[in-house]
């Protein structure tokens, strides 16, 4: 077969692989390459090498011809304008989770919330002004568009029961978008090879899934108090096959102090605002200030921990436990980009 052919023969093979199967695929793909293209870089040094010196060293060194080396070079340059592949990788990664949003939109009430959650479910209430839940992993802006077209939600509500006054409704989401977890793995934190990520607060597991998908990481552990939640992650862990790094704990993080101890990264987005009482929010923020110690781990928040704990009494000495890092939220040029949502997300170095 032809270098192209075969080149789109490899393509067409991942295209067409079913979206549950992909990400084993992918990732053996990946790893493969990687050594692929090491021993191909090393092979390439040695062909220019050789080729400057009559192909002598290289027929010495490895007794390879030097006629094989022109052709393997050949298959170099080609295999590096296979930098496509790269593209269609993060590119179908972007399609498996779309793929799970689906799966988990098909398991969930629009509200993407479960009666077992009485205490977030009585805090909405009790919020001041008319406030929904959309799930920004679930539905995106142009979903919710469409739902508002189809009547099933509404941006606004009316002041005024029969008039024309109406006010936005404020919307909260309990999961990070697409945008924000692309974000984060690929701007936010460095190459995690080989190290342990834990998120507070698991919930969907959407934080888990796009580490498993654009990151490296060994281990990804969610901690989530909500049983539903867990059995929902378990499903989506085994129907994509990402139990080999995924990890789904249903415990209260409080219970969870070796776990956060071992952690090289912990996340955690609104985790305890909507869910615990105040006293619950600053004895699980003391928990948390006293377990992620480990010296150069980072710990990423929404929002600010700043704001987190100015509304709290706690006896965290900010200073001495943490260092903010600067984040680019500039790093996406797109016009439609939710500039105030990256803005929310912190990057902490545990001191
Ligand atoms: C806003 S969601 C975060 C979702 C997810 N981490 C993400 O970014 O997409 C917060 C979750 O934390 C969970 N939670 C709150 N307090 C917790 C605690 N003390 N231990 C474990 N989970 C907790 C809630 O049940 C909720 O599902």
Known sequence: MELEAARRAVLAAVRGTCAADLPRLLHWMRNTRKKLSLLMSWLDAV?????????????????????????????????KAIDDFDELVVS?????????????????????????????????HQHPLPMIHVDAFLYDDDFVDSLCEEGKMS??????????????LEFISHSFSLMELKFLYQHVLPDLTGKVVVDVGSRLGAVLFAGYLYSSASQLYGVEMNADFCQLQEMMITKYQFID?????????????????????????NVFEY?????????????????????????????????????????????????????????????????????????YKIL
């Open 47 to 79: 062909y220019l090498f050789s080729e400057k010196r009559s192909c002598t060293l290289g027929i010495c060194i490895f007794g390879i011809s030097s006629q094989f080396l022109i052709v393997f070079s050949q298959v170099l340059m080609q295999y």
């Open 245 to 269: 790094r995924i990890k789904v704990i249903n415990a209260d993080i409080c219970t969870q102090a070796s776990l956060l101890q071992k952690a090289d990264v912990v996340v955690m987005n």
């Open 92 to 124: 179908n990664n972007d399609v498996v989770l779309k793929n799970i949003a689906e799966d988990l939109r098909n398991r969930l009430p629009i509200e993407a919330m479960f009666n077992s959650e009485h205490q977030a479910i009585q805090k909405i």
């Open 155 to 168: 941006r606004s509500y009316c002041t005024e029961c029969g008039s024309y006054k109406t006010a936005s």
């Open 275 to 347: 869910f615990l009482d105040r006293q619950e929010q600053a004895r699980a923020w003391e928990f948390i200030a006293c377990n992620v110690r480990k010296r150069g781990s980072l710990l990423v928040t929404v929002p600010s921990l700043k704001e987190s704990l100015s509304k709290l009494q706690t006896d965290i000495q900010l200073s001495q436990w943490v260092e903010e890092m600067e984040l680019n939220y500039d790093v996406y040029m797109e016009k439609d980009v939710d500039r105030e949502a990256l803005e929310q997300i912190h990057l």
